[in-house]
T-cell receptor, first 110, second 114 residues
Framework: QQQVKQSPQSLIVQKGGISIINCAYE??????FPWYQQFPGKGPALLIA?????SEKKEGRFTISFNKSAKQFSLHIMDSQPGDSATYFC?????????FGPGTSLSVIP | NAGVMQNPRHLVRRRGQEARLRCSPM?????VYWYRQLPEEGLKFMVY????????ESGMPKERFSAEFPKEGPSILRIQQVVRGDSAAYFC????????????FGQGTRLTVV
């Protein structure tokens, strides 16, 4: 079965630090890679997304790095804040399939 | 511009009853997806629908579960004869184009089977 592997499962970062979450996929047909942020009791919210034709995308404090040959991509949160404490999911999409990673619980401590 | 609307937000059903979950996509979106999330777990794809068509239902259990997205009205996820294992959060997402484009999630329906 196709998987998207995500690590770490949980992450504790000090305020102002960099949070890094990694994902790896298997199927080369995937061509859209979003990251979602989810707070307890809420639906996932699209944070940032990338396509394989670029190696990096930055939006504010959030950056996706993408390594097509290694089939890996990562989310970097710069200057992490307590308000960033949430669960983060990566996903890999093709035109007719989507697989989510199992999630990373991020805690940013003051 | 309203987002993806799901109702009800919370639903309690006794074992054996039917559960109907509704999802109204964002305006201009004709692609709808349903996901299930168990506590402390990730999202599991269930079904992908376009107006009046099921595109992919590979993630949906073969029995008791069905989904539709009629020409008019919301998408419906229907669970017949619910069991305790169906207790979960069910999320709907919608997109303007196909599955590999920007999608927006609703707030979910939390189903509890007692």
């Amino acid at each position: 079965q196709q998987q998207v592997k995500q690590s770490p499962q949980s992450l504790i970062v000090q305020k102002g630090g960099i949070s890094i979450i990694n994902c790896a996929y298997e199927n080369t047909a995937f061509d859209y890679f979003p990251w979602y942020q989810q707070f307890p009791g809420k639906g996932p919210a699209l944070l940032i997304a990338i396509r394989p034709d670029v190696s990096e995308k930055k939006e504010g404090r959030f950056t996706i790095s993408f390594n097509k040959s290694a089939k890996q991509f990562s989310l970097h949160i710069m200057d992490s804040q307590p308000g960033d404490s949430a669960t983060y999911f990566c996903a890999a999409h093709s035109y007719d399939k989507v697989i989510f990673g199992p999630g990373t619980s991020l805690s940013v401590i003051p | 511009n309203a987002g993806v609307m799901q109702n009800p937000r919370h639903l309690v059903r006794r074992r054996g009853q039917e559960a109907r979950l509704r999802c109204s996509p964002m305006k201009g979106h004709s692609h709808v997806y349903w996901y299930r999330q168990l506590p402390e777990e990730g999202l599991k794809f269930m079904v992908y629908l376009q107006k009046e068509n099921i595109i992919d239902e590979s993630g949906m259990p073969k029995e008791r579960f069905s989904a539709e997205f009629p020409k008019e009205g919301p998408s419906i996820l229907r669970i017949q004869q619910v069991v305790r294992g169906d207790s979960a959060a069910y999320f709907c997402a919608s997109s303007r184009e196909s599955l590999n484009t920007e999608a927006f999630f609703g707030q979910g329906t939390r189903l509890t089977v007692v």
